[in-house]
């Protein structure tokens, strides 16, 4: 059983377009996070969810909105998609006390 | 602000060789430390993690890390490494109580040739 699982795995998509991404994880995790992994590989978290409520918003352009409609699922979706949205985004899960985070496989997407 | 410092960005090594790859973080608070290991094309696996304790962890498959809190650092090692280690290896650090945001390392890839 897949412990985060993301949709879909690609996503290539026209600049100006709205995309969603969809995360779901069945840890039993009370918090879950977006990554962005950009060309050079690096990391960087955008948002963070604890119990349906958003405890991390890093400097991201408001074109990024994430949704938690419940502690297991956590959706990021983008509005006028832009050529330097291409990347890797990473959704992740972890107990609201801390510890060791749970990636999912990723979703690479492409803006043409 | 946490920052971490990956110094090298590629270590070439040969099989059966030892390797380490260096970690160094910078954080006015006490921290957690972690080794995130990502194949290609593939999502981000921990490798091993300092919360507490001893200072010196290991994971099941060879690698082990020592925190080094005078020298603000967490190096990775591996006695003796395999083809199938070549990988993206990222160290991160977070902060107790600090809603766990990680922030991670520029990354170092692991070319291990036969």
């Known amino acids: 059983d897949t412990a985060v699982s993301q949709t879909p795995k690609y996503l290539v998509t026209q600049m100006g377009n709205d995309k969603s991404i969809k995360c779901e994880q069945n840890l039993g995790h009370d918090t879950m996070y977006w990554y962005k992994q950009d060309s050079k590989k690096f990391l960087k978290i955008m948002f963070s969810y604890n119990n349906k409520e958003l405890i991390i918003n890093e400097t991201v352009p408001n074109r990024f909105s994430p949704k938690s409609p419940d502690k297991a699922h956590l959706n990021l979706h983008i509005n006028s998609l832009e050529l330097g949205d291409s990347a890797v985004y990473f959704c992740?899960?972890?107990?609201?006390?801390?510890?060791?985070?749970?990636f999912g496989p990723g979703t690479r997407l492409t803006v043409t | 602000a946490q920052s971490v410092t990956q110094l090298d960005s590629q270590v070439p090594v040969f099989e059966e060789a030892p390797v380490e790859l260096r970690c160094n973080y910078s954080s006015s608070v006490s921290v957690y430390l972690f080794w995130y290991v990502q194949y290609p094309n593939q999502g981000l696996q921990l490798l091993l993690k300092y919360l507490s304790g001893s200072t010196l962890v290991e994971s099941i498959n060879g690698f082990e890390a020592e925190f080094n809190k005078s020298q603000t650092s967490f190096h990775l090692r591996k006695p003796s490494v395999h083809i199938s280690d070549t990988a993206e290896y990222f160290c991160a650090v977070s902060n107790p109580g600090g809603y766990n945001k990680l922030i991670f390392g520029a990354g170092t890839r692991l070319a291990v040739h036969p």
């Open positions: 992740a899960s972890s107990r609201s006390a801390g510890g060791e985070q749970y």
